[in-house]
C-alpha cells in the first residue's frame, strides 16, 4: 500500500541563496579588419542576433541631432534599395532591423532565423555601409519629429526630462543638451553622409552575436563585414567634455493649467567602476527601484500623491548620476517633496530593518537570473560591461557584495550620496500651492 505525501502548503520553501552566478562568456575573435566579434552561442531555439556597435552617439556629433537622425534613417534607403525594398525583403524572411543611438555609441541589430541569416545578412551590410539619406525620407522623418517635439512640450512629464541633466551637466555637454526646434530646421542631408562616412566605419566597430551560431555563418559574417573597404580616415577619438552643474539647485519651471507637476531630483554621482556603485544601486532599490520601494510605500501607497515614483541610477561613459522621478497633482506637490527628502533622510540616519534589507536582496538575486535567461540577455549583459571597460568579474562581485552588504554599510552610502544639500530639483507644472 503506497503512502500518501501531503504538501505542507503553510510553510514557505527555503530560498536559494547563490553565493556566484555561473555565467556563459563571449567567445572572442576577430575579423581580418581588426573588428573585435565576441559571440553567445547558446540557446535551444534557432534565432540569431547580430549587433554592430559604432562610436556614433550623441558623444561623438559635433551639430545637434546629427547621431540620431543618421542612426534612425540607415534604413530609409540606399543605393539599391528604397524603404519599402528593404522592409519588404526582411518580412519575406521574417526578420527585422533594431536601430538605436545612444550618448555614448549606436547600434544597427538584426534578428533573424538562423536558417535564413546568411540570406539577410547582405541586407544588413548594404544599410551599414550604403545607407544614401534620400531627401524625401529626411523630410518626412524631421517633420514627424518637429511634430512630436510640439506636443510633447506641452506635457511636464517630458519637459522635465529633457531639461533636468542639463542641472547636473550643463546644456554644452552633450550628456545635458537641450534640443530646441530651431536644430530640427539646421538638419541637412550633407551632414548626415559625412556623419555616416566617418563613425559607421570598420576601425570604429564591434560585434555581438548571440543565438545557435554555426561556423558557415561566422565566415559568411567575415565576408560581409571584415574586409578594408569601409575603414574611415577620419574616425576621430571621444574627447572629454567639462561637466558644468547649475550653481542653483532648485527650479521650477511654470506650465500654466497643468493639473499635474512633473518632479526631477538627483545628483552627479560617479562611473560604473566606482567603488561605490554595486552599494548605491542597492541603495537606490530600497529607495525607489522597485515597486515596493520606500517611495512608492509612502508618495504612492500611503499619501495617494501619484499614480507612480521612481529611482534610478545612469551609468555613461564619462559620468554617472542619480535621479527621481515622478507626477504629482499640482495641489500635493510641496508635500510630496517633503515627503521624498524625508525617505532619503531616512536612509541617512536610520538603520535598515534586517527583514527590509533581506527582501530587497532576495528581489535582486531573482533579477540577476531573470536577466540572464537567454542568448540575447546574456549578450546584453556582456555589452554593458563591455561598454564600461569592465569585464564579468563585474557580476561576481555584484553577487558577493549583495551576500554581504549590511545595514550600517548602506547607512554609510546614504549619508554620502543622500544629504538634501547635495540634490538638484526640479519641478515642472502649475504653480505649487
Known amino acids: 500500500m503506497e503512502t500518501e505525501v501531503r504538501l505542507d502548503r503553510h510553510t514557505m520553501p527555503a530560498l536559494g541563496k547563490p553565493s556566484k552566478i555561473d555565467i556563459l562568456h563571449a567567445a572572442e575573435s576577430k575579423l581580418p579588419n581588426g573588428i573585435p566579434l565576441y559571440s553567445v552561442n547558446t540557446g535551444t531555439q534557432d534565432v540569431v542576433k547580430i549587433e554592430l556597435i559604432f562610436p556614433a552617439g550623441t558623444l561623438q556629433q559635433n551639430l545637434p541631432l546629427v547621431a540620431d537622425t543618421t542612426n534612425a534613417l540607415l534604413e530609409e534607403g540606399t543605393a539599391k534599395h528604397s524603404s519599402e525594398e528593404i522592409a519588404s525583403m526582411l518580412d519575406y524572411y521574417g526578420s527585422f532591423l533594431e536601430t538605436s543611438s545612444h550618448h555614448d555609441y549606436a547600434s544597427v541589430a538584426l534578428y533573424s532565423l538562423g536558417k535564413h541569416v546568411n540570406k539577410v545578412l547582405p541586407i544588413l551590410e548594404e544599410i551599414v555601409k550604403e545607407a544614401s539619406f534620400p531627401k524625401e525620407e529626411i523630410d518626412v522623418y524631421l517633420t514627424n519629429k518637429k511634430q512630436r517635439y510640439l506636443v510633447e512640450e506641452k506635457k511636464v512629464r517630458v519637459v522635465a526630462a529633457r531639461n533636468f541633466p542639463a542641472l547636473l551637466f550643463g546644456n554644452n555637454h552633450p550628456y545635458g543638451h537641450v534640443v530646441t526646434l530651431d536644430e530640427y530646421e539646421a538638419i541637412n542631408r550633407d551632414q548626415l553622409l559625412n556623419f555616416h562616412r566617418s563613425h559607421y566605419a570598420s576601425n570604429g566597430c564591434a560585434i555581438i552575436v548571440a543565438g545557435k551560431i554555426k561556423d558557415q555563418f561566422l565566415n559568411t559574417l567575415s565576408d560581409s563585414f571584415g574586409g578594408s573597404n569601409w575603414k574611415a580616415d577620419d574616425l576621430k577619438k571621444t574627447g ?32 560604473k ?43 555613461l561613459q564619462q559620468a554617472g548620476y542619480f535621479q527621481i522621478a515622478s507626477e504629482v497633482g499640482s495641489d500635493v506637490c510641496d508635500k510630496a517633496l517633503v515627503e521624498i527628502y524625508k525617505e532619503m533622510d531616512r536612509l541617512c540616519n536610520e538603520p535598515i530593518p534586517q527583514d527590509e534589507l533581506q527582501l530587497v536582496k532576495n528581489y535582486l538575486r531573482g533579477n ?28 561576481e562581485k555584484y553577487i558577493s557584495t549583495l551576500a554581504e552588504i549590511t545595514s550600517k554599510q548602506l547607512q554609510d552610502i546614504a549619508g554620502k550620496y543622500l544629504q538634501k544639500d547635495s540634490i538638484y530639483e526640479m519641478v515642472v507644472g502649475s504653480k505649487k500651492a
Open 368 to 395: 540577476v537570473l531573470r536577466s540572464m535567461d537567454g542568448p540575447f540577455a546574456l549578450a546584453e549583459r556582456f555589452k554593458q560591461v563591455w561598454l564600461h571597460g569592465l569585464d564579468y568579474s563585474y557580476y
Open 240 to 271: 572629454e567634455f567639462a561637466i558644468s552643474p547649475n550653481a542653483e539647485k532648485k527650479h521650477y519651471m511654470p506650465k500654466d493649467k497643468a493639473l499635474q507637476s512633473a518632479i526631477r531630483m538627483g545628483r552627479m554621482l560617479f562611473h
Open 273 to 315: 567602476n566606482h567603488p561605490d556603485a554595486i552599494p548605491f544601486q542597492i541603495l537606490n532599490v530600497i529607495l525607489g527601484g522597485y515597486f515596493g520601494s520606500r517611495l512608492m510605500s509612502n508618495i504612492r501607497e500611503d499619501k495617494g500623491y501619484t499614480y507612480g515614483i521612481s529611482s534610478g541610477v545612469v551609468f
